[in-house]
């Protein structure tokens, strides 16, 4: 295997295709199929792609300078998708994006399927050329900017520009940004939706592990149930229907937002989490449809993993709107006849524009918890430490590779996730053994390298390097003499 003696620094946010071109570049070669060669060691026909393929032979080639994980994490676009795919199903993506076959990875993604793939193109902010030319010497692919559904840029807002490719050319070119000539991707300068959907998109993509609390967390469920359209743990599909119809806007005549904003049955299926794996698009887009923004988002995210009080800043009462509307929405939160304020159409509505009647009419009003009241907490308690413990218990007796003890892995398995995420501050003792279960980097590999050892015939000890291949290790946090005694045990 050639080694390669040079390769360009990445930037910030910069997508492998970008770095492939510049690579292709700085060695003056003739055309793709030389620069793919050097690069993975085979004609790649992914290299254009979010989701390339052939990391591994990159990565070796690179000699460990960085890991596939890596490659993956901080070049393609899978970790968007990462809150959305099952432990498993996102390693099978990072081992096919190693190998030199993706074929079927952006249908197991559920991409293909979608059919967002459709308005996909390269695509660039003008402002952020300007700043890259300027600061690093030269425009690159942003890919973030590559994303389905991102046609605003989320540093700049301006609206992205979608590049045309002259006849007979395509990705192979090689080029950078405003090589060639391009139009913008939307036809509105100013869609409210698709300023959020990049913010929350690119929150995602640069946040993974804090977007897959916030799905594990069902950020969505409790937006619903906030905004009185949760009834006794069943959505009330009507309310959510009404309320999000006008929203929906079908009127628009954005090509990509065309996709989300006709019909209204993917909403249903993607809260029900039915058939298909959420498209990260849809998922922000809905998100947006729920009046959030990015900064609510992290709000969740840093409530449900810590016991901060509610800054005061928060507690600032939003801009008042007009006195008949308040006077509307009062009134039919009164008539709805739910015995929960909570449950209450237009609670949050209410909460956002004029909390202090809303306070003063929940203090005369509470509800009496009936059963919820005498809920004995430490037995709850007791019984989810148990849960976790038996769901560790669970993914090592896995056949199979081994899946890591992460907390996502483990809680959820358990089935008191949602209420252990929003109550936190209740569950001690889980909270305790959960940090407990979890598996350090170490321990995962040692699992792995055990699993992998006798997978090969016990007898006959081989290459620890093959192992390692075999059990997906690329940089190594087990001392060598663990390793040895791993063979002989
Ligand atoms: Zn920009």
Redesign the pocket.
Known sequence: MDRLFLFPEPFPDESLYSLAVRYHRLVSNKSYRQTSRELFGTYSRTCGSVIPCCLGALSQRLEGQYSVAELVETRTLLPLYRPFLSEQAYESAILRMQGTHGTGLKMSLGMTASGLLKHASFR??????Q?DSDVFGMPYW?RI?MAVGVCT??????V?LGANFPEGADWRSMFLPGEFASEPVLSTPSLDAAFAVADMQFWGLENPQQACDLVDGEFLRWRLTEMGMVHRGRLKELAIRKFLEPRLDPGNKEVEYQLVTKGFEWIMCLLRRRRWTIQPFRYYFLCWLLESSVNDLREFQRRAFSYLPEPASAIKHASRPDEKMVAARRREFKRDISERCHDKLGYYWLYRHDREWLNNYVKHHRFIRSREASTDWSVQDARLSKELVDARDKILDKKGKPIKITKSAVLRRVSAQYRFLREFSRFPKSFQVLEGVLETEHDFQIRKLNWAIKKFSPSKRCATSVIMRFAGIRIMRVSESEVDSLFFT
């Not at 660039?124 to 050329?129: D, F, K, L, P, T």
């Open positions: 660039y902010c003008e402002a952020c050329m700043h942003h900017h840029c989320p540093v700049h807002g301006n992205l």
